[in-house]
DNA sequence: CGGCATCCGGGAAGATACTG
DNA sequence: CAGTATCTTCCCGGATGCCG
């Protein structure tokens, strides 16, 4: 006798709730639990099915990415997409509220990465470094930037265009890109982020403009310990 | 690799991770645990000490809140003061660090108050309520006001200032504010935020002044259901 | 292969009782 | 008041297996 399956996290109503009007508290009941924010990012650049998210989720289990999917669709901020038969295979992409918590993503990673914890060179997927880039992108260094950069991180392609100052990504064929970077995004962000020399990645195209794009995005300082104030 | 040993919970190392060189993913060891980030809302107006945390926290068990605050010690996000003999009592205080987890707090309570399932009906603690007025607080309506705000909210007081279109609010003794506002933070989140009217609040001072404070903090709207592109 | 259900072991959260 | 000790419950992670 199936008992009501345990509510797993699907079910708003009897999930264990902070009982607490502040905004705050039901941000954490929606997506609180572990892997549920991270499968959010993964969505931030376009759909993706089961096997992709898990790809970029490294160490998730299926049983958890499904109750998490479930979960994340009771609450409305993914849906599923049935793609057409024959190849019917189901897809999971953000809704448009789903798409507005992107800056709850950049400022979580904004503010992490002066936690001395915070190791950049660890593994990265496609969808983080173009999000890290989304972050942290520096837009008095990038001013005088007009071009494109193409990516081709294992299949994934991805385009920024950078123009006044601004910075703009999409899921997108790198081709005719003004400098295409290909190869692991952990490389390119130990470039980006961790000055490993550009010589180490595969840059097609304008190698100076390539050069200045992985200065675009400095991280802020480290805090200081042992202050006793 | 297996883990080793259970550890629990205060050490960073050992701690169950993401293996995940994105921001937002090191954001979650540190602050993702249940609890921890309303730990760090109660303590954004100041130090407070174990039972005023739990009074704040509604349904935290002692022993939760004391994992929490070992883990958020030794992550650098909190700090424990002990106030000198004989009252040597012990109190939490954020770091520089920890402060400036403000903006984490104010995008998801933002975020959130969208969803169909926020209940801004529910209990509130004193420092729920002064983060939303931070948060919420409309600078167009608010560009002409100029006015000090008083709250006293079970013994904690609260000063907010309004002038050029900026709010900024402190614990402080609330005595000499243009307008004083008494009781539960709940009622009053219930006039600013669901629609009661004012005169179920004890208020002292500038009457005129009370009903237009409740009329800075209009909440966005809720998201479309069924949507179905 | 993709998605989901089931079982199991370990560990984190919850509730209560207890101590300095 | 400020936690600790203990017990229970539930969630997470891994493995397996079913079904389209």
């Known amino acids: 006798m199936k008992l ?5 996290g699907a079910d708003t109503a ?20 572990r892997w549920a924010l991270l499968v959010i990012r993964e969505l931030m ?14 160490g998730i289990s ?3 990415l499904t109750q998490r999917l479930e979960g994340l669709e009771a609450a409305h901020i993914i849906r599923r997409r049935k793609l057409p038969p024959p190849a019917s295979v189901q ?31 660890q ?14 992108f520096d837009a008095v260094r990038g001013k005088w930037i007009n071009a494109t ?8 392609e991805f385009v920024a265009r950078i123009a006044n100052g601004k910075i703009a990504i999409k899921r997108e064929d790198a081709a005719g890109a003004d400098v295409i970077f290909a190869g692991q995004p952990t490389a390119i962000a130990a470039v980006v982020y961790g000055g490993a020399p550009l010589e180490t990645l ?13 200065g675009l995005f400095p991280l802020p300082p480290k805090i200081e310990l042992g202050q006793q104030v």
Chains 1, 2 share one sequence.
Request: glycine residues 10%.
């Open 4 to 8: 009501e399956k345990a509510t797993n």
């Open 14 to 33: 009897t999930k264990r709730r902070f009982y607490d009007a502040c905004g705050t508290a039901h941000a954490l009941e929606l997506i609180g639990e």
């Open 45 to 58: 650049f376009g759909p993706k099915r089961f096997s992709e998210l898990r790809a970029g989720l490294p």
């Open 62 to 64: 299926a049983n958890v």
């Open 91 to 121: 897809a999971y992409e953000l809704t448009d509220w789903g798409y507005e918590a992107e800056p709850i993503i950049q400022v979580l990673g904004r503010w992490a990465t002066r936690s001395p914890g915070h190791d950049p060179m």
């Open 123 to 136: 593994p990265l997927s496609a969808a983080s470094l173009m999000m890290s880039f989304r972050t942290m």
């Open 149 to 156: 950069i193409g990516f081709r991180l294992n299949g994934e």
């Open 202 to 214: 595969d840059v097609k195209g304008d190698r100076a403009l390539a050069a200045r794009f992985t």
